[in-house]
């Protein structure tokens, strides 16, 4: 079985839909049948991140074909590529970030397309206009011409059916894992050294991700205020550090600290590699997620698979990344961020609680086990058995 992918976000994306493309295709090709998987990149030459996913050379990676093309990388994505499709016999082709090519029916193929979130619609403040204009047109369309769609979450399945009145029918659920280096082993000497590179405290909460405003990192920082206000240790025996890339988000959430003269319980460490990543996770003392909507929230289960205890938000899908181990306080509650925070710090019981809880979490999210509802999804639209 020949399947094909939109690897554009899995070429040359970090975070999010990057990681999720990336970890679709390291999943399907550990499987003992694994099919034969094409990728189809917009600048084969421009693919810094598909380096990482193993056995790259057992795939198949095509780019445009033709001078034309190849100056019209990004239109040959989403109208061209077809013609590739059907050349190669491709039985299935796999949308892997919300979208597929606009002609994708002279493909002569099946469809699939994952659906992370349809947060430009649940909160519009959050995006330009012509942003949402653009994606709005994409996903409800790939929505319509996909024979189904893979939602990476409940809530993101909940969402489809409310905004695309998409049959409930016609959407499978199929989580993401994370990296495997998250559950991996690391030697007390290479967690030292990632301690002393970065200057991390000897306790600290964590917290990884965007520095935006969706992600709400301001109720920690308004949390903290109000634990130093009432004098509590932990506001400022156990500093917050924000490993994220710097927005003007970030200097917001300075300027409050300042005025409440607690800008040293805050720490903002940019361009850390993810080679580092799960050093911080395990050398935190707890994470928050405060994040107000998320698709699926992947740092809450990257925390619960590195055996820290995790806090997040409620109102959106963070409980099912991060499960029954976590803690979740509303996004506007900085007194319930408050008591979270001390707690998941200091008492002992509960701690060792989270951790045990959210590793038993975490292993549901093994790669056999999501590569096996992936692949159930292809042979239901292979076999036509909706």
Not at 112 to 141: A, S
Not at 201 to 208: D, E, I, N, S, T
Not at 234 to 252: F, I, M, N, Q, W
Not at 277 to 297: C, K
Request: hydrophobic share 40%.
């Amino acid at each position: 079985m020949r399947i094909g992918f939109d690897a554009k976000r899995a070429a040359q994306n970090r975070t999010g839909l990057g990681n999720y493309s990336r970890f679709v295709l390291r999943t399907l090709q550990r499987l003992g049948d694994a099919p034969e998987l094409h990728l189809y990149v917009p600048n084969p030459r421009r693919a810094p991140y598909l380096g990482e996913v193993p056995h790259l050379s057992s795939m198949h990676i095509h780019g445009p074909g033709g001078p034309l093309w190849r100056r019209l990388r990004s239109l040959w994505r989403v109208w061209g590529v077809w013609r590739d499709i059907r050349r190669d016999g491709i039985a299935l082709y796999h949308g892997l970030s919300n979208e597929l090519p606009l002609s994708i029916r002279r493909a002569g193929c099946r469809s699939v397309v994952t659906v992370h979130d349809l947060i430009f619609l649940h909160c519009p403040e959050y995006y330009h206009p012509i942003d949402r204009m653009i994606y709005n047109y994409k996903m409800r369309r790939a929505c319509r011409e996909a024979d189904r769609v893979v939602a990476v979450s409940e809530f993101t399945k909940r969402e489809l059916m409310a905004y695309y009145g998409v049959d409930g029918g016609k959407i499978d659920v199929v989580y993401q894992g994370c990296d495997p280096a998250f559950a991996a082993p690391i030697a007390p000497a290479a967690l030292a050294d990632v301690r002393r590179r970065h200057s991390l405290p000897p306790r600290f909460v964590l917290y990884v991700g965007s520095i935006e405003r969706r992600k709400n990192l301001m109720l920690v920082a308004r949390a903290v205020a109000l634990m130093a206000r009432r004098g509590q240790g932990a506001g400022s025996l156990v500093p917050v550090v924000a490993v994220g890339r710097h927005t003007p988000y970030e200097d917001e959430i300075r300027a409050y600290l300042e005025g409440e003269g607690i800008g040293a319980a805050f720490r903002f460490i940019h361009g850390v590699g993810f080679a580092d990543l799960p050093s911080f996770y395990r050398l935190a003392t707890a994470f928050v997620y405060p994040s107000r909507i998320e698709g699926f929230g992947i740092p809450l289960l990257e925390a619960a698979t590195s055996g820290v205890p995790a806090i997040g938000c409620t109102g959106s899908c963070l409980e099912e990344a991060g499960g029954p181990g976590a803690l979740y306080v509303g996004p506007d509650d900085a007194e319930a961020m408050a008591r979270a925070i001390v707690a998941a710090c200091t008492d002992g019981a509960l701690r060792r609680r989270m951790i045990a809880q959210g590793r038993a979490w975490a292993a549901r999210f093994s790669d056999s086990r999501l590569a096996a509802d992936l692949m159930a999804v292809y042979r239901k639209v292979l076999l036509g058995s909706f």
